[in-house]
């Protein structure tokens, strides 16, 4: 079992940044692929990024490449989303997402997730 807990969340304007993290509880944390999902109101939760584990490759979903920033830290069993130039359309509540060994964007291939963080932002 991988208890994951985010953080980062909150409420900021139009280009501002945030830094979400998620903490994952496990002594294997570099066998985990880690996935960042948003849900918005009344929307399907999609995929937003995710990085691989040992030598970590990067991935995103279209309208948040260039702006969005997916890292990990193994020795702190932490991923990260560093999120720049925000835009309104970036409200929902992100979750963080585990699932051993090989990258996935669909959200039933994960499968722990966090309690997720409400990203907020005014336009």
């Known amino acids: 079992q991988v208890r994951l807990v985010e953080s980062g969340g909150g409420l900021v304007q139009a280009g501002d940044s945030l830094r979400l993290s998620c903490a994952a509880s496990?002594?294997?944390?570099?066998?985990?692929?880690v996935g960042w999902f948003r849900q918005a109101p009344e929307s399907e939760r999609e995929f937003v990024a995710a990085?691989?584990?040992?030598?970590?490759?990067?991935y995103y979903e279209d309208s948040v490449k260039g702006r969005f920033i997916i890292s990990r830290d193994n020795d702190k069993n932490t991923v990260y989303l560093q999120m720049n130039q925000l835009k309104p359309e970036d409200t929902a509540v992100y979750y963080c997402a585990a699932r051993l060994f090989t990258y996935k964007a669909t959200d039933a291939e994960y499968d722990y997730w966090g309690q997720g963080t409400q990203v907020t932002v005014s336009s």
């Open positions: 990085i691989s584990g040992v030598f970590p490759n990067q």
């Open positions: 496990t002594s294997t944390f570099s066998h985990y692929v």
